[in-house]
């Protein structure tokens, strides 16, 4: 026997199929919404892993920086150790030197460049120096 569907049954299963209709638009689009924001994690996390091997290519070459300032200070001072042994050994023992003929130069013989441009570059002394000026 066939049962026989009345006019109301179909006017519920087409309800029930235009709301399973607007269901899988709903999840079709927010499953495209899902997609595009993977795209955009994924495009941040290949950004962050460039970004950490710049950082690490910064640091070494920091580091090389470092090392070669290193060796020119150590050059500087045999230099200046052979050049004070130079005029230790020239100078007349009998002849004394006064405190202002040496003081400009032992001020600038013992000025580090480097610790000067890091103290600088301290966001301290930058605030410390806007406020003055």
């Not at 050049?83 to 405190?99: F, L, N, Q, R, V």
């Amino acid at each position: 026997m066939k049962k026989k569907y009345s006019p109301n049954r179909r006017k519920e299963l087409h309800t029930i199929n235009q709301r399973l209709s607007g269901i899988e638009n709903t999840l079709h689009e927010q499953l495209l919404e899902i997609k595009n924001k993977l795209h955009e994690i994924e495009g941040h996390v290949m950004e962050t892993r460039d970004n950490g091997k710049k950082i690490e290519n910064i640091l070494v070459e920091l580091a090389e920086v470092k090392q070669h300032l290193a060796q020119r200070n150590n050059r500087r001072t045999r230099k200046r150790r052979d050049k004070d042994e130079a005029e230790a050994a020239t100078t007349p023992k009998g002849k004394k030197t006064s405190k202002k003929d040496g003081f400009l130069e032992d001020l600038l013989g013992n000025i580090d460049i480097a610790q000067i441009i890091n103290l600088l570059q301290s966001p301290m002394v930058q605030s410390m120096l806007k406020n003055i000026l």
